[in-house]
């Protein structure tokens, strides 16, 4: 694991849910945090503040449409502010319903575009760019937020169960890839999760259901993600690279 002295992580999508939260875990475990925004720079400034330790600082980009060049330079800007990456967290993402039946073929098709830009897309150069600087500075770890969703299956919003489905993958690929350059290549899948984003629904009447799909009989919390994070970046042995980590209380056991 990266030595405390050089514990250096950009963490996109990083300014609620999630993100925010796996931000407050790595600066207490001794990271220098880059906490990443598309948008909310103010929210962004307010997880910046609230992190243990000294040296972090928040990087606005939007890689929405899966620009490389976008990535490229948010990768670069980590490393400058940050004299260094030793992880990267792919956070960042988006869930748009789309229903097969109600979707128009120009409909269709936009959702898929801007859902595999941003969920797939987007992480794949941001894992190239870094995993590059990572390789030729004695390594470090790649953490990709996938989703059940990619086991299970999204009826409602399919290109983002593909897209999750495809960000496994490309974890695998990377560890297999990059093993031999000491970088590391860890998957971490989610199910539904008490973020603000997802608060309006586990409001409503499907709330009681949602929470029923775990025997815990409650979602998962960002922290309980985020411990999860911590520990692929910190504690998690050389030999795990490539795993897949599920992390829904028993929502979807898969075989």
């Known amino acids: 694991m990266p030595e405390p002295r050089s514990r250096t992580a950009l963490v996109t999508g990083a300014s609620r849910g999630i993100g925010a939260a796996t931000a407050q875990a790595l600066a207490a475990a001794g990271f220098r945090v880059a906490v990443h925004y598309a948008r909310d720079a103010a929210a962004a400034e307010r997880v910046r503040v609230s992190l243990e330790g000294h040296g972090h600082c928040t990087l606005g980009a939007d890689f929405a449409t899966g620009s490389e060049d976008a990535c490229r330079a948010l990768i670069e800007a980590a490393i400058a502010r940050l004299d260094g990456l030793t992880v990267l967290v792919n956070n960042a993402g988006r869930y748009e319903e789309h229903p097969l039946h109600a979707q128009t073929g120009a409909s269709w098709s936009a959702a898929w575009q801007r859902t595999l830009a941003l969920n ?136």
Not at 220 to 227: I, K, R, S
């Open 120 to 255: 797939l897309v987007a992480p794949a150069h941001l894992a190239f760019h870094a995993t590059r600087h990572m390789a030729a500075h004695g390594g470090g770890r790649i953490i990709n937020i996938s989703s059940r969703g990619a086991f299970r299956g999204e009826p409602d919003a399919p290109a983002y169960g593909a897209s999750k489905a495809g960000l496994i993958a490309l974890s695998q690929s990377l560890a297999q890839a990059l093993a031999r350059d000491g970088v590391l290549s860890f998957a971490i899948a989610p199910g539904f999760v008490a973020t603000d984003m997802a608060r309006e629904l586990l409001e409503s009447p499907r709330g009681t259901e949602i929470r029923a799909q775990s025997p815990l009989d409650r979602v998962t919390t960002p922290e309980e993600v985020a411990a999860i994070v911590r520990f692929c970046a910190t504690d998690a042995p050389a030999a795990m690279t490539g795993a897949i980590l599920d992390v829904n209380g028993a929502s979807y056991l898969r075989s």
